[in-house]
């Protein structure tokens, strides 16, 4: 079993930043991958941001440029660090850690609100 613990969520102003964190824990293999959703209400739930386990990166198209994803490994915690917040990146996020193995692990997700 893998647990995720998401935290760093919160109230932030339009053109604000927040830093998400995904703590992992449990019976981790180290060469997995974590990906970064999130979903709106009345929305579907969609990807955000990749991290592979050598550290390569992908980021959808809206958020590129204003997202980064990092990954400390020493710690099984991977970041989302959010820039420039627009209140359409109001979601709940969520992590999913993805092993071939292992295979795949949700959050509970943390709620995001961009809102002046």
């Known amino acids: 079993q893998v647990q995720l613990v998401e935290s760093g969520g919160g109230l932030v102003q339009p053109g604000g930043s927040l830093r998400l964190s995904c703590a992992a824990s449990g019976s981790i293999f180290s060469d997995y991958n974590m990906v970064w959703y999130r979903q709106a209400p009345g929305k579907q739930r969609e990807s955000v941001a990749t991290i592979t386990s050598g550290g390569r990166t992908n980021y959808a198209d809206s958020m590129k440029g204003r997202f980064t994803i990092t990954r400390d490994n020493a710690k099984n915690t991977v970041y989302l660090q959010m820039n420039s917040l627009k209140p359409e990146d109001t979601a709940v996020y969520y992590c999913?850690?993805?092993?071939?193995?292992?295979?795949?692990?949700w959050g509970q997700g943390t709620q995001v609100t961009v809102s002046s």
């Open positions: 999913r850690y993805s092993h071939t193995i292992r295979g795949d692990y």
